[in-house]
């Protein structure tokens, strides 16, 4: 094997199963996994504008779905993945401008993106079941 | 003193290494800034129309506004998402086959859905 093609162990840096799980991180980490399951369920609500366009009894089917339980699960996973994410955006927008890197400050915006998406996905769900 | 290894034309241009610059960078931020107001404004209608029968729903994609919003927010939304996938897919696939098959995959299926979906608000709207 020449010296080119042998392969060089350099050392590598410790990677996530090694560190203490931190709000920071966690916070890091969910907003990628929102971001994906955002991405899927669009695919999903992209379904329902097309169902919509079909004919009723297709639109009926589509939406009994939606009013079970199952299908409120979904929406209402999604509704949380996206007031976490808008929440946590803002926040990297922030980030983006300079702002909050103070290790203090990024707890505290942490904090306040975890409440405020709870609390919108909270209304949101009983608002939502009311109306169904 | 100038301390930049890089000539004054590859400053001028700043299109980095990879020769495309901040663009991926500046659209993700672009459309994260306009989706701002339109996932508030989704999210609500969202909540308000998940159990709308078929009449009720098309009257409320069929009007103008409606239209409007929810054209944006697809449109959008799926170049957001397919920008953030992209970046996904790049930190965790390394294959260079399979990574720039996922990228490609996600892209075809994000224009396919967003036009089949902008395709349904337009027939709703303009009643066909």
Redesign the interface.
């Known amino acids: 094997m020449s010296v080119a093609n042998r392969p060089v162990h350099r050392p590598l840096s410790p990677h996530l199963q090694v560190y203490k799980p931190q709000l920071t991180s966690v916070l890091s980490i969910l907003h990628r996994a929102t971001g994906i399951a955002l991405s899927v369920g669009a695919l999903y609500l992209a379904t329902w504008v097309i169902y919509a366009a079909s004919n009723p009894n297709a639109y009926a089917l589509f939406q009994s779905f939606n009013t079970s339980i199952l299908g409120r699960i979904v929406l209402g996973g999604w509704l949380f993945c996206a007031f976490y994410h808008l929440c946590n955006g803002i926040r990297h927008l922030f980030w983006d401008a300079g702002y909050g890197f103070e290790l203090k400050d990024a707890y505290r915006s942490g904090w306040i993106v975890v409440a405020v998406a709870l609390i919108a996905t909270v209304v949101s769900w009983i608002v939502g079941l009311r109306l169904v | 003193m100038n301390s930049d290894l890089r000539t004054p034309l590859a400053r001028a241009r700043g299109l980095g290494s990879a020769r495309e610059g901040v663009h991926h960078w500046w659209a993700q ?1 672009l459309t ?2 306009a ?2 107001p339109l ?2 404004w ?2 609500i209608s ?3 129309m ?5 009449g009720a ?2 009257a409320w ?1 069929g009007s103008p506004v409606v239209m409007v919003l ?1 054209i944006l927010t ?1 449109a959008i ?2 170049h957001h ?2 920008l ?2 992209q970046v ?1 897919i790049e930190d965790y696939v390394h294959g260079d086959g399979s990574k720039l098959a996922l990228i490609v995959a996600v892209r075809f ?1 994000a224009v396919l ?2 036009l ?2 902008i ?3 337009l ?2 709207g303009f009643g066909s």
Do not use: K, P
């Open positions: 931020r994260a800034i989706l701002i996932v508030v989704f999210a969202l909540v308000m998940s159990g709308a029968d078929y729903v098309r994609i929810l697809i939304g799926l998402g397919q953030g996938l996904v299926i859905f967003g089949a979906a395709v349904a608000v027939r709703i």
